[in-house]
């Protein structure tokens, strides 16, 4: 805004003097000038386009941002205004202290990992294979493309069903084979693999899409060059293609980490509830319950503060690697 | 040089645009629930703002009534109640909003919204008792209503204390579930060769639930555990039936006796254990009730709204194929529970909401709501014709009951946040595997101030 009036009061003078252009052209003094030396040639005549975004994204969403540290910052909880004369960092000590906070910090980290390894996996091998040229290619690209088109309510209720113990169509196929049916949801142990699984059926698409943009980028060459020296597919592949998909890896990783976190719908959508089944419970469940049900502002903002800093630890280090990579 | 400046500035530009976005992206996911703690600032500070046009439109603003029933029963009794309203009222504009899904977790989270925003509905369906507590400093004052309608004479004595928190009325009740109910169906037990009336202790049902396992091949006892509020229900009946009124009272008070915490943890982990359907822990109340329904179970243990899915039932009638028993161990109990219309402070529409309140009070809607809920008049002067056998024996054991302790799972006995945490132990150390004495300290610690 300071820049703003700057602008004003310097054309003011402009006019006066006669010839805008000439005049910032020849003068290096001016504020205006000092700006445009600093950050280019036309810093002060773009800021119209610019600036009006970049006010309401720094208020609605850094702002945002920062209120919500300030309101963890306080005890708030119940209903009436955060105190925020008495500043302290006690909610992110009682979140430490608090085994649940602790379990469902875990869970979101073996999801996050865990789901976005399998699906990198799953999506390369598809990749792979429908870069071989193989028919109905397109066809096939939309089938695997699909799943990630549907919303996650769609999909956890589709889930629900097939893990359902009695009727669900995955332990009708266990009993046909002989094996025993399995608590897919109800255990513990199993149920957040099986939310991993879902989730991977969901995104291994997107990995593939990504991937195969990656494969079509390397040039025949390698391909050719490689049989040339005599590597089999699988040396080929290992060796010459897989390193060269780097990049792909990072962005589609980043993108699926970020969806592990927002893996909340889908819990929800499972059981219909804020309490995700025993042994799923992640730590954007654990906000949302701890706000909406118990009304703990304050502990659930230092919740959403600390699953903020996990996707900026997995967002920063990708947005430097684009920096030094020249691709920012 | 001017073409090299612009693109590094363009660059620049892309570089800012590009970070923001990303961030904005991770902002968006990480903080997404997050908004919670936002939203309800953003509101407190609308607080001036709405104080000033409420108290302009308080008289064209139509009653607005927000509550959970949107399911089976419920919204059939929703429906009884809004029409016997019409016809008592038949010139008050009105808006009976139903925000169902999730228990009461999606109307809760509404209510609570609205409320933290100062946009309060006109009255809304909840819990009173200690319950009550968590909306500290949001509701207002239904004394009034009280005093006109002479409330205070004809409900319980219980209805009549729950009902007051910090010194007034917050709220009017409507009807009330009995949750110490042990539900059967006749042609399994019968099979069995158990008789139900006969059991009158904890240990006597697990007699029984062990007779129906060698002696069919139904499910002694169906339990929906996909959430974890059926067996922190079970519990508690387990816990009233098994060690007393005294015992049970004294763990809601907060001064807890271990031993009796204990047992009745142990008791329900060898129901647990041994009794319930291999699915238990995927399907919830209504699946679960389904066995009753089907024959595939024998005993079910839930508040009376499970009798409402045994009445809509296609032949399925009481005594003939369904029965009811005391949870053993508690007869003569009534363990209490009560919907009632909370009174929100900064009321929308004051006079329209002390109209409501007075009517939900009256004979006229008890009887409209609860004959279809599957409930019972908190009154004690209505006429029960219009109610089915089941309910008329509800009513007569309700009110000739020796003890009507209030329940521990809706809203009665501990505040919302005591409750939460005794559902987290729930959770965590008592779905599968039972862990007896994790679940008892964490009970006692919940509890214990």
Redesign the interface.
């Given at each position: 805004m300071a820049s703003h009036n700057d602008d004003t009061e310097e054309s003011g003078d402009a006019v006066t003097d006669g010839g805008v252009v000439e005049e910032q052209q020849q003068t290096g003094f001016g504020p205006i000038t000092k700006l445009n030396e600093r950050?280019?040639?036309?810093?002060v005549e773009?800021s119209q386009f610019?600036l009006p975004p970049?006010l309401l994204?720094g208020l609605f969403?850094y702002g945002?941002?920062i209120?919500?540290v300030m309101?963890?910052l306080t005890d708030?909880q119940?209903?009436?205004?955060?105190d925020y004369s008495d500043l302290d960092l006690e909610m992110y000590a009682r979140a430490l202290s608090d085994?649940?906070f602790v379990?469902a910090a875990v869970n979101t980290f073996v999801l996050l990992i865990g789901f976005t390894l399998v699906t990198l996996a799953i999506g390369l091998g598809l990749a792979i294979l429908i870069d071989r040229n193989i028919r109905f290619e397109n066809t096939f690209r939309t089938i695997y493309l699909l799943p990630m088109s549907l919303s996650f309510v769609v999909t956890a209720q589709f889930w629900a069903w097939m893990?359902?113990?009695?009727n669900g169509v995955i332990n009708i196929v266990l009993t046909s084979v002989g094996l025993d049916?399995v608590?897919?949801?109800?255990?513990?142990n199993i149920v957040l693999w099986a939310v991993v699984f879902a989730l991977m059926w969901q995104f291994a698409g997107y990995a593939m899409v990504v991937y195969l943009a990656g494969l079509r980028a390397i040039p025949d060459e390698h391909y050719e060059a490689a049989k040339v020296d005599g590597a089999s597919t699988l040396r080929m592949y290992w060796r010459v293609i897989i390193p060269q998909l780097k990049g792909s890896t990072i962005s589609a990783s980043v993108v699926l980490m970020?969806?592990a976190?927002?893996a909340?719908d889908f819990l929800y959508s499972l059981?219909?509830?804020?309490?995700p089944?025993?042994g799923a419970?992640i730590l954007?469940t654990k906000?949302?319950?701890e706000?909406?049900?118990?009304?703990?502002?304050?502990y659930?903002?230092a919740?959403?503060?600390m699953?903020?800093?996990?996707?900026?630890s997995?967002?920063g280090p990708?947005?430097y690697y684009?920096?030094k990579e020249g691709h920012? | 040089m001017t073409d090299d400046s612009d693109r590094l500035s363009r660059r620049r530009f892309v570089e800012a645009t590009g970070a923001a976005t990303l961030i904005g992206l991770a902002g968006c996911s990480g903080d997404g629930g997050g908004d919670g703690g936002d939203g309800g600032d953003g509101g407190s500070e609308n607080t001036d703002g709405s104080d000033g046009s409420d108290g302009g439109d308080s008289s064209g603003d139509p009653l607005e009534v927000l509550h959970g029933w949107t399911g089976g029963d419920g919204a059939a009794a929703a429906e009884a109640l809004v029409e016997a309203f019409e016809e008592e009222y038949p010139d008050m504009e009105h808006e009976f909003n139903p925000i169902g899904g999730g228990g009461n977790q999606n109307l809760d989270a509404v209510v609570a919204n609205r409320l933290q925003n100062n946009n309060p509905p006109s009255s809304f369906a909840n819990w009173p008792g200690k319950n009550l507590q968590r909306y500290e400093g949001v509701l207002g004052e239904a004394d009034s209503v009280w005093e006109e309608e002479g409330f205070e004479d004809v409900m319980v004595q219980e209805a009549v204390d729950l009902h007051q928190y910090n010194g007034a009325f917050r709220a009017v009740p409507l009807g009330s579930h009995r949750l110490n109910c042990l539900f059967y169906n006749t042609s399994v037990v019968e099979e069995a060769g158990v008789d139900p009336d006969s059991l009158t202790s904890v240990s006597a049902l697990i007699d029984a639930l062990e007779t129906v396992a060698t002696e069919t091949d139904a499910v002694p006892m169906t339990h929906g555990m996909s959430g974890t509020w059926t067996t922190t229900q079970l519990w508690a009946s387990t816990m009233l039936g098994k060690e007393g009124y005294d015992p049970y009272m004294n763990f809601i008070e907060g001064s807890p006796d271990e031993a009796a915490v204990q047992s009745a943890f142990e008791s329900v982990a060898e129901i647990l254990e041994n009794y319930i359907n291999d699915d238990a822990s995927s399907i919830g109340l209504t699946e679960s009730n389904q066995n009753i329904i089907e024959g595939n179970a024998a005993f079910i243990h839930q508040g009376n709204w499970a009798a409402g899915a045994f009445r809509n039932a296609e032949d399925f009638e009481y005594d003939e194929d369904w029965g009811f028993k005391t949870y053993p161990g508690s007869e003569g109990m009534y363990m209490l529970h009560f919907d009632s219309f909370l009174y929100p402070s900064n009321n929308p529409t004051p006079e329209k909401t002390d109209t409501f309140m007075a009517f939900a009070g009256s004979e006229a809607a008890q009887v409209a709501f609860n004959q279809y809920k599957g409930s019972i008049p908190t009154r004690t002067d209505v006429d029960m014709s219009a109610f089915g056998p089941y309910l008329q024996e509800t009513q007569e054991d309700f009110a000739n009951a020796e003890e009507r302790p209030p329940n521990l799972q809706h809203g009665l006995g501990v505040d919302s946040e005591t409750m939460s945490t005794l559902n987290d132990v729930i959770s965590s150390e008592f779905s599968g595997p039972y862990n007896v004495e994790a679940a008892t300290s964490g009970f006692i610690d919940a509890v214990s101030n």
């Open positions: 950050f280019g040639s036309d810093f773009s610019w970049f994204v969403v945002a941002i209120w919500n309101i963890s708030f119940g209903f009436g205004t955060p085994s649940g379990d893990y359902n113990f009695n049916r608590d897919w949801i109800g255990s513990p970020v969806f976190l927002k909340f059981v219909g509830g804020y309490r089944p025993n419970d954007a906000m949302v319950r706000a909406y049900a118990n009304l703990n502002w304050a659930s903002s919740i959403a503060i699953l903020f800093l996990m996707a900026l997995i967002v990708y947005l684009q920096y920012l | -």
